[in-house]
């Protein structure tokens, strides 16, 4: 069974350019969150999906982040106009179900460098 | 204060030791306790989960958890050089309404052949 995948691994990008990352969560997944991790910090929770719907976005920095999930599969995750404090690990994860016992399946991220 | 603490250390320990890794977290009504392993420029990948105060025992990785002093453990027995890698502790608060893990900075473990 595939994991979950996310692309691409790296991309360096110039201020003020957009960047689209993306995430397949495995498969029969209902959950699908995105993280992030800037330099020197922790893991950062940005948002979680419920199939298609945004079920939570109170980490998401601000409005030139921009997440979806177009039928409740994949998930791209857009940063326009990037700035330079957006670099960092981007990290996607799914789950199926939820309560006490939830557990996370995390890509391998996306490291994203803002120049 | 943050809201889950590690020691970023590194913690070196020999091989075949036990290796100790704590975490401690600051909001009383968290719920579920996670502990994460990462090697360099992979997946944080689950090795424990823990729900109820005491241990809980899973091959060489036992995870020990206290709520009235909010605090977290992870022993790693015969350890390995192959556990050389940063270990994450997580942590979900009782919200209905958000299901979010709060992550420490991690500790980075070395097991010295």
């Known amino acids: 069974e595939a994991g979950v995948t996310q692309f691409p691994s790296h991309s360096v990008i110039e201020k003020g350019q957009t960047v689209t990352l993306r995430c397949d969560p495995i498969?029969?997944?209902?959950?699908l969150y995105w993280y992030r991790r800037v330099m020197g910090k922790e893991i950062k929770f940005l948002l979680h999906?419920?199939?298609?719907?945004?079920?939570?976005e109170s980490g998401m920095p601000n409005n030139r982040f921009l997440a979806e999930r177009t039928g409740g599969t994949y998930s791209t995750l857009k940063v326009q106009p990037a700035e330079l404090e957006d670099s960092g690990v981007y990290f996607c994860?799914?789950?199926?179900?939820?309560?006490?016992?939830?557990?996370?399946?995390f890509g391998s991220g996306t490291q994203l460098s803002v120049l | 204060q943050k809201e889950v603490e590690q020691n970023s250390g590194p913690l070196s320990v020999p091989e075949g030791a036990i290796a100790s890794l704590n975490c401690t977290y600051s909001?009383?009504?968290?719920?579920?306790f996670f502990w994460y392993r990462q090697y360099s420029g992979k997946s944080p990948e689950l090795i424990m989960s823990i729900y109820s105060n005491g241990d809980k025992e899973d091959g060489r990785f036992t995870a020990q958890l206290n709520k009235a002093s909010q605090y977290v453990s992870l022993l790693i027995r015969d350890s390995q050089p192959s556990d050389s890698a940063t270990y994450l502790c997580?942590?979900?608060?009782?919200?209905?309404?958000?299901?979010?893990?709060?992550f420490g900075s991690g500790t980075r473990l070395q097991v010295q052949p």
């Open positions: 994860a799914s789950s199926q179900g939820g309560g006490v016992g939830e557990k996370l399946f």
């Open positions: 909001d009383r009504v968290s719920q579920s």
């Open positions: 999906f419920v199939k298609e719907s945004k079920q939570d």
């Open positions: 997580a942590v979900k608060v009782r919200d209905t309404g958000r299901r979010a893990l709060t």
């Open positions: 498969s029969g997944h209902d959950n």
